[in-house]
Structures are given as structure tokens and as C-alpha cells.
């Protein structure tokens, strides 16, 4: 096996591997990559209806990630909805989701009788990408039990549309908001937040 046969082992294995990917992102990222590896490939041995396919297939991939890159701070393509506690729906997704939400969030524990909590989806047209619980602390302190981000859009940070994008805290007269005790892999960094001790905190503006 010569290594141009190892480049077009590799650009299929690549395409291969990218259809596994859960993230949305890096399956379109993944596949672009696999795809431009194939065309060079192809059209070095001559077959060149694969070459038309990957080039077909490279823009399409293209298009999806300049779609998914210029929406992904969108205010009209992410949505925040406040639910009750008890909401049907939000019971069901917590469901669901309950194992990779234990992982990334083992301190939290749902109490859906817990009237004092707050409760948040983000959501992608009817496509639930995020969940928020929290619950006010003395002096003015809204502390975050849960911040979930499902596996398609972990990638991107639509904690934004309720931390920084919405005055879903400061119209309740919340000053702070403290990170999730405990949480796997946090990324307040990339959203402002600051680390204090264990925690990351986000200073509110005041409302004019």
C-alpha cells in the first residue's frame, strides 16, 4: 500500500468517524475535513465522479457551518422559556436526559414540588438545546442548581441567552449568579464569568 492509498484510507476513515460525532459542529467540521481530504485523493487517481460527490458534499457541509457559526449567537434563533417547576415537558427532558445530566451535574437533585426554584429552556425552534434550574440566595444571589447543554449544541454556549442575553435575573432583582456546585467542564470563562473559590460568579448590571 503506497501512501496516496493511505491518504484515501484515511479521508474515508475520517468521513467515517465524523458521522459518529453527537456535536453538531464538529460532525460538519469533521465531514468538510474528510471530504476535502477525498477530493484531493480521487482526483489524484482519476475517479472523478467521487470527486463531484466530496465537492458536492464539501459545500453542503459548508453551508451548514456558516449557518451554524453566524447563528450561534442569535437572539432569534435561541429562544428562552420559563417553565414551572412541575411542567410536564421539563419533567420528561430531565428524564431523559438524566444520565449525561448526572454526569456533567452530580451535585443536582430535582424536586419538582420545590416552588422556590426557577426553571429555564433554551430552545432552538421546538428543539430543547439547554436547561436552567436555579434558586434565590440572601443578597440578592441567584444560585444556578443546574446548567445543562444537550450533546448536539455542547459545542456551543447557550447559557448566553439566559445569563447575559435576557433580563430574565435582573428583573428579579438578582445582582450575582453563581455556577453549579460541582459541575464537570464549565465554560462561565467564555460567557465573563469570574472564578471565586469553587464557583464562577457573574456580576449583574444594575437596571437603569
Avoid: K
Wanted: charged share 20%; aromatic share 12%.
Amino acid at each position: 500500500m503506497n501512501w496516496l492509498e493511505l491518504v484515501g484510507w484515511a479521508g474515508s476513515a475520517l468521513l467515517v468517524w465524523s458521522l459518529l460525532q453527537t456535536r453538531i459542529l464538529r460532525l460538519r467540521a469533521l465531514n468538510l475535513v474528510g471530504c476535502l481530504i477525498l477530493i484531493g485523493y480521487n482526483a489524484a487517481v482519476h475517479v472523478w465522479p467521487m470527486v463531484g460527490l466530496n465537492v458536492v458534499l464539501a459545500v453542503i457541509n459548508v453551508w451548514y457551518l456558516r449557518r451554524l457559526l453566524a447563528t450561534r449567537h442569535d437572539e432569534q434563533t435561541y429562544q428562552v422559556v420559563e417553565v414551572g417547576t412541575d411542567d410536564a415537558f421539563l419533567a420528561h427532558t430531565l428524564r431523559v436526559h438524566a444520565a449525561d445530566i448526572a454526569r456533567f451535574n452530580p451535585a443536582f437533585r430535582w424536586d419538582p414540588t420545590d416552588a422556590d426554584r426557577s426553571a429555564f429552556l433554551v430552545v432552538r425552534s421546538d428543539e430543547v438545546v439547554g436547561v436552567m434550574v436555579s434558586h434565590a440566595e440572601a443578597g440578592g444571589v441567584a444560585q444556578i442548581d443546574l446548567d445543562y447543554v444537550t450533546p448536539p449544541f455542547r459545542d456551543f454556549t447557550p447559557g448566553e441567552f439566559v445569563y447575559r442575553r435576557s433580563r430574565l435575573f435582573t428583573d428579579r432583582g438578582f445582582r450575582r449568579v453563581v455556577s453549579p456546585p460541582g459541575m464537570v467542564a464549565p465554560y462561565y470563562h467564555r460567557l465573563g464569568f469570574r472564578p471565586e473559590g469553587d464557583a464562577y460568579v457573574l456580576d449583574l448590571p444594575t437596571p437603569a
